[in-house]
C-alpha cells in the first residue's frame, strides 16, 4: 500500500532564508509524487510533480524538489523564502489505483 | 476556460437537511473526484467517476451520494446533513491517468456549516 508521510506539522522561516518542507513515501512500485499548495482560503494549486523522468524537479515560484528512491524521500525547498510563501503544503503520491494519497499537510510561516 | 467550478462558496445548513454541491469542469476530463479537508488534516476522497455513468467510493463516501450523467457535471449530494460534515468540499478533475502520470485540477470549494 501507498502512504505519505510529511515530517513536520509546522515550519517557520524568516523571509530571505532557505525553506526545506519534508516528505517520506512508501510504495510498492516507482511512485508519482506531487507538491501542491493551499494559500488560506484558496484552492489547492499544483507546485510540482515528479513522475519518473528526472529526479530533480523544478515547480513554480521558485519551489524544486528532488525525489530520492533509496531514501524514499520527496523533499521540497527553495533557496530564498517570501512572505507570499506562507501556506500550506501537501505532498501527495499517487496510489495503485490512480488515486491521490495526501499527507497531513506542512504549515509554512514566513517572518519579516 | 474557467478550469473547474463549484457552488456555492458557503453554506449552512441544519441538521437533518439535505443539499447538491454543484461541480462542473471544461476541461473534458474523464476523470472527477470529491474531496473533504477537514480542519488541520490532509484531503480525503469521498467518491470519483472515471466517465459519465460511472461512479465509485472513495474512503469516506458514507452520508454522501454522487451522479454523473454528462463529462462536464458531478454533483454531490448530502440526504440527511449532520455536524460530522461539516467540512470544505474540494472537487477535482483529470485527464485519464497515462502510466503513473497525472495531475488533478481543483475548483476553489465549498465551506459547509451544518448546525
Known amino acids: 500500500a501507498q502512504s505519505v508521510t510529511q515530517l513536520d506539522s509546522h515550519v517557520s522561516v524568516s523571509e530571505g532564508t532557505p525553506v526545506l518542507l519534508r516528505c517520506n513515501y512508501s510504495s510498492s512500485y516507482s511512485p508519482s509524487l506531487f507538491w501542491y499548495v493551499q494559500h488560506p482560503n484558496k484552492g489547492l494549486q499544483l507546485l510540482l510533480k515528479y513522475t519518473s523522468a528526472a529526479t530533480l524537479v523544478k515547480g513554480i515560484n521558485g519551489f524544486e524538489a528532488e525525489f530520492k528512491k533509496s531514501e524514499t524521500s520527496f523533499h521540497l525547498t527553495k533557496p530564498s523564502a517570501h512572505m507570499s510563501d506562507a501556506a500550506e503544503y501537501f505532498c501527495?503520491?499517487?496510489?495503485?489505483?490512480?488515486?491521490?494519497?495526501w499527507g497531513l499537510g506542512t504549515s509554512l510561516a514566513v517572518n519579516p | 476556460n474557467a478550469g473547474v467550478t463549484q457552488t456555492p462558496k458557503f453554506r449552512i445548513l441544519k441538521i437533518g437537511q439535505s443539499m447538491t454541491l454543484q461541480c462542473t469542469q471544461d476541461?473534458?476530463?474523464?476523470?472527477m473526484y470529491w474531496y473533504r479537508q477537514d480542519p488541520g488534516m490532509g484531503l480525503k476522497l469521498i467518491y470519483y467517476s472515471v466517465g459519465a455513468g460511472i461512479t465509485d467510493k472513495g474512503e469516506v463516501p458514507n452520508g454522501y451520494n454522487v451522479s454523473r450523467s454528462t463529462t462536464e457535471d458531478f454533483p454531490l449530494r448530502l440526504e440527511l446533513a449532520a455536524p460530522s460534515q461539516t467540512s470544505v468540499y474540494f472537487c477535482?478533475?483529470?485527464?485519464?491517468?497515462?502510466?503513473?502520470?497525472?495531475?488533478?485540477?481543483f475548483g476553489p470549494g465549498t465551506r459547509l456549516t451544518v448546525t
Open positions: 501527495v503520491v499517487s496510489g495503485n489505483n490512480r488515486k491521490l494519497i
Open positions: 477535482a478533475s483529470s485527464l485519464p491517468p497515462g502510466g503513473l502520470s497525472y495531475e488533478q485540477y
Open positions: 476541461m473534458n476530463h474523464n476523470y
